[in-house]
Nanobody, 123 residues
Framework: QVHPVESGGGSVQPGGSLRLSCVASGHIDARDGVAWFRQAPGKEREGVACRLTNGLLTTYDDSVQGRFTIAQGIDANTVYLLMNSLKPEDTAMYYC????????????????WGQGTQVIVSS
């Protein structure tokens, strides 16, 4: 069992930055991916970024490419999402998920999910 816990959400003005953290208890295999998804009210959950634990792949949704960075922390169980140049459309609940691979199009492929952390981008 893997239990991800997110933190770092909050309110920020457009153009601002936030750093989200995901700390996962339990064993994460080198071939597992740690991903960030988000869901805005009335919208479907969408993949934002993913990083394979072995470091061989990182992938981003086009909407955040160049603005967000996914990075490993001090160990494989800690992953950050660095969010710069935030836009109002980035407002959502952000979830950390762990599972085999890094397919952002298939959230159902990730068996382990955190409870989420809220991000609000507004002036």
């Amino acid at each position: 069992q893997v239990h991800p816990v997110e933190s770092g959400g909050g309110s920020v003005q457009p153009g601002g930055s936030l750093r989200l953290s995901c700390v996962a208890s339990g064993h994460i295999d080198a071939r597992d991916g740690v991903a960030w998804f988000r869901q805005a009210p009335g919208k479907e959950r969408e993949g934002v970024a993913c990083r394979l634990t072995n470091g061989l792949l990182t992938t981003y949704d086009d909407s955040v490419q160049g603005r967000f960075t996914i990075a490993q922390g001090i160990d494989a169980n800690t992953v950050y999402l660095l969010m710069n140049s935030l836009k109002p459309e980035d407002t959502a609940m952000y979830y950390c998920a762990v599972g085999p691979g890094c397919n952002l199009e298939r959230p159902q492929a990730f068996p382990y999910w955190g409870q989420g952390t809220q991000v609000i981008v507004s002036s």
